[in-house]
């Protein structure tokens, strides 16, 4: 499998609610990453995983919630949100964090949040 | 701090004629950088990177550390390009960050 996976395509939530993004691959990567996409705009890191561990929190509010069961897992955990983080969040994989040169992330299809 | 600038967010070509997509950075570190390209209906997905010096589709791309620029260059577009593409640094100091430039959308008409 050389591809990474992410469901729900399409999530629709109140800002009461409690939901979590989820993502998978199964190509032995080690890095892990959650990239959150405005409409029209470029990808903007939020948090990054390595060996299962956070390595790197963008200023992320904690409505935000990340979490890496394992190293082919990386959920987004979402409460109360707000209208504003309405966006498609992506997910993204590579062999590792450190070293150089830097290894490719492998994106995958994103998720399309609505938050109303 | 890091930038990354793409200062067209459309280019139109007629198919057949040549194409540059510009970028330029701002880092004080050494630079890595990748071309990304996303197709209507397709994931995010790396075109190259200047380190392979590798041409991909067509494409090449050249890192001019002087000018501070990796500009995408295609001798002969083709319809199938039409795409969005961004250019993106790698701040390989600091965990594998990516900063992406605001992206150009490349129409290519036949």
């Known amino acids: 499998d050389t591809e990474v996976t992410q469901t729900p395509k399409h999530l629709v939530m109140g800002m009461t609610n409690k939901k979590s993004l989820k993502c998978e691959q199964h190509?032995?990567?080690?890095?892990m990453y959650w990239y959150k996409q405005k409409a029209k705009k470029p990808p903007e890191l939020m948090f990054v995983?390595?060996?299962?561990?956070?390595?790197i929190n963008e200023s992320v509010p904690s409505r935000f919630s990340p979490e890496c069961p394992n190293s082919s897992l990386l959920n987004l955990h979402l409460h109360a949100l707000q209208p504003e983080d309405s966006a498609l969040y992506l997910c993204?994989?590579?062999?590792?964090?450190?070293?150089?040169?830097?290894?490719?992330?492998?994106f995958g299809p994103g998720t399309r949040l609505t938050v109303l | 701090a890091q930038r990354v600038t793409q200062p067209e967010k459309l280019l139109s070509v007629f198919k057949g004629a040549p194409v540059e997509l510009k970028c330029n950075y701002s880092?004080?570190?050494?630079?890595?950088l990748f071309w990304y390209v996303q197709y209507s209906r397709q994931r995010l997905q790396l075109l190259l990177r200047h380190i392979s010096r590798e041409s991909i589709k067509g494409f090449t791309a050249d890192l001019n550390k002087g000018e501070t620029s990796f500009h995408l260059k295609k001798p002969f577009a083709q319809e199938e390009d039409s795409a969005m593409y961004y250019c993106?640094?790698?701040?390989?100091?600091?965990?594998?960050?990516?900063?992406f430039g605001g992206g150009t959308r490349l129409m290519v008409k036949p």
């Open positions: 993204a994989s590579s062999q590792e964090v450190t070293g150089l040169p830097t290894d490719t992330q492998y």
């Open positions: 993106a640094l790698a701040h390989n100091n600091a965990g594998n960050m990516l900063t």
């Open positions: 190509m032995g990567h080690r890095a």
């Open positions: 880092y004080s570190g050494s630079p890595e």
């Open positions: 995983y390595s060996y299962e561990k956070l390595s």
